[in-house]
């Protein structure tokens, strides 16, 4: 069984658990929020606050701001459709998501074959997934499924350059990032 078969059997088992989630991506996340995340207490994603605050990371944030928005705007935007299309043709009572315009995990994962990110050369699907997930921050009384925020995504994409680059050891965070 490969990865993509693994998820796909777990995409199925989560349509079948979480029947009333708006679509299969909501109901994919919470079946790894609820079932599979609070037992990976081994996983410990690397802290990257010390690197987003890195003077030159932080000049690059604020250069590329605008194109980047758009980047997730546009991603974000392709979520809210299919998620408005899936909602309308059901008619049984659903929960309102209140994470519009917001980057779901199939959306990020789009993002990262359509800009080459996840070749396995760059970097591999499993560490396309543990990037999403290591930046998606907890909140307080927060029950339903998380998506990125902006902040989060730059943060992925902080993540991204320095798991990339992490053999290149004499380039500084912001090279990361430039190369990323």
Excluded at 36 to 64: C, K, M, N, Q, W
Aim: aromatic share 12%; charged share 25%; glycine share 4%.
């Amino acid at each position: 069984m490969t990865y993509n078969d693994f998820l796909n059997a777990l995409m199925r088992l989560a349509e079948k658990l979480y029947h009333s989630a708006d679509t299969i991506d909501d109901a994919f996340q919470q079946l790894l929020m609820e079932n599979v995340l609070p037992l990976a207490s081994r996983r410990s994603p690397d802290p990257v606050a010390t690197h987003l605050e890195d003077p030159e990371v932080i000049g690059l944030f604020e250069y590329f701001d605008n194109s980047l928005y758009a980047l997730y705007s546009f991603y974000a935007s392709a979520a809210d459709a299919k998620r408005r299309t899936n909602t309308a043709s059901v008619k049984s009572k659903r929960r309102v998501n209140t994470m519009k315009e917001c980057l779901g995990y199939n959306e990020f994962l789009k993002f990262a074959m359509d800009f080459n990110l996840s070749s396995n050369v760059i970097l591999s699907t499993l560490e396309i997934g543990d990037i999403y997930l290591s930046s998606i921050k907890a909140t307080e009384g927060q029950e339903n499924i998380r998506k990125l925020t902006f902040a989060e995504f730059w943060e992925a994409l902080v993540r991204c350059a320095l798991i990339a680059y992490s053999k290149i050891s004499d380039a500084s965070p912001g090279d990361k990032v430039r190369g990323e």
